[in-house]
Structure formats: C-alpha cells, structure tokens
C-alpha cells in the first residue's frame, strides 16, 4: 500500500503580502498486486511551505509499502505514515495527519478498496489490492488548510 503525504505548518505574518499561489496535490492512481503505484505529487503554500505525496507502493522496493511523505519549510514538519507490505494481506494505506486510508480488502471483495477509495482522508496512502487481479485504491489528493488570525 502507498505511503502518505507529508504535514507542514506555519505561522506567517502575511500583512505585506498581497497574493500567495497554493498548489494542492491531486489523486493519484493505484495499481494491482506487484505493480509499482503512481508517487504523490506535494502541495505548497507560495514558497513558505510544502509537503511532498508519499511513494506508491513497490516503489521503493519491490513488495514493500511506499515510505511517507514530509512537510518542509514549516516550523513544524511531519512525515506521512508509511505503506504496508504485501505480507499483511488487506494492506491499508498509510495514514496522513488528517486520518486514515480506505479500508483494506479480501477476495470476496474484488475491488472493495479501489470501490470505496472516497471514504479516506485526504493525504492519504492508496490501500493494495490482496491478489494479483484486485486493484488498489488510489492516493488521496492533498489539502492546504489557511486560518486567518486578526
């Protein structure tokens, strides 16, 4: 299963700046038992902040959870969760800072993770598929979160 999305946060003083350009990480695709999973793309707040998207699963090693993603230029940045092997059967995806994954699923269920793949929090690792013909939920796309303090 795939890994998650890094986590970054920051306090910034934004009275001089006029506009910032955000970029949110989009889905990506999940793939069947021993194929190498799409990576995450990462998601920015102008040029202060980003978190990069977690590895897809076999991407790192082959038969292996992608690792987690990390946050950067925050003052505080936090790794994603990391993918499970092929070993633990259901393979749940990773977890981000904002929840879990889709839950992980069994024959009986065909495609049940790739089928339910909504129910997941965003920054989320995309759960495997059990066998070989079982396809794995996708990566959930990325969130920037902005509070304004007056």
């Known amino acids: 299963s795939g890994g998650a999305g ?3 946060e920051k306090i910034i003083n934004v009275q001089s700046i006029s506009s910032v350009s955000v970029t949110v990480a989009g889905e990506v695709n999940g793939t069947y038992y021993r194929g190498g999973a799409s990576n995450g793309n990462g998601s920015s707040f102008g040029s202060y ?3 990069s998207g977690g590895y897809g699963a076999n ?36 977890a ?6 889709v839950a992980g699923g069994h024959p009986q269920g065909g495609n049940f993770s790739h089928n339910h793949q909504s129910h997941s929090a965003p920054g989320s690792g995309g759960s495997g598929g059990y066998f070989h013909n079982h396809r ?8 920037v979160v902005v509070t304004h303090f007056k």
Not at 96 to 101: E, K, L
Not at 136 to 143: D, F, T, V
């Open 49 to 51: 902040l980003s978190a």
């Open 59 to 94: 991407r790192n090693n082959q038969h292996s959870g992608g690792l987690g993603g990390v946050g950067s230029g925050g003052d505080m940045n936090i790794y994603g969760g990391g993918g499970n092997s092929h070993h633990g059967y259901s393979c749940p995806g990773a």
């Open 96 to 101: 981000s800072f904002f929840g879990g994954a």
């Open 136 to 143: 794995g939920s996708n990566g959930r796309p990325g969130m």
């Open 6 to 8: 890094g986590y970054s």
